[in-house]
């Protein structure tokens, strides 16, 4: 299950993100939000797949709602670190902002969908 989780992730979370939202999510609520919706859609058809669909809405509404949190701090630090030329601290807030991802995915994982 986990496993199929973080291909639903990686697919809302990089893939269908588009550069827009990757470029504009630190400073415009609408490309977060649009980013925030897309990933929510991906996890949503994937959950369907897993648990029933009032379990699966719940289970996402959680995970969007703690995405749009990190994600909002997250691309900030990221932005600014970019335009620091501070590559190193860049890429592992991005590191850390996938780890806080899975922790949440895990644990919604266990109270949503075991």
């Known amino acids: 299950m986990m496993i199929g989780l973080m291909l639903a992730h990686w697919v809302g979370d990089f893939l269908l993100q588009s ?60 932005t600014y670190f970019r335009h620091q030329d501070n590559q190193r601290a860049m890429f592992s807030t991005i590191g850390f902002d996938q780890w806080l991802h899975f922790v949440c995915l895990y644990v919604t994982a266990q109270k949503y969908l075991v």
Do not use: C
């Not at 994937?46 to 990190?70: E, K, R, Y």
């Open 19 to 78: 550069s827009w939202m990757a470029l504009e999510k630190s400073r415009s609520i609408l490309a977060l939000s649009a980013h925030v919706g897309t990933y929510g859609l991906v996890i949503l058809v994937w959950s369907l797949f897993v648990t029933s669909p009032l379990v699966a809405i719940q289970f996402v509404a959680v995970n969007m709602a703690l995405h749009f949190v990190i994600d909002s701090v997250t691309s900030r630090l990221t």
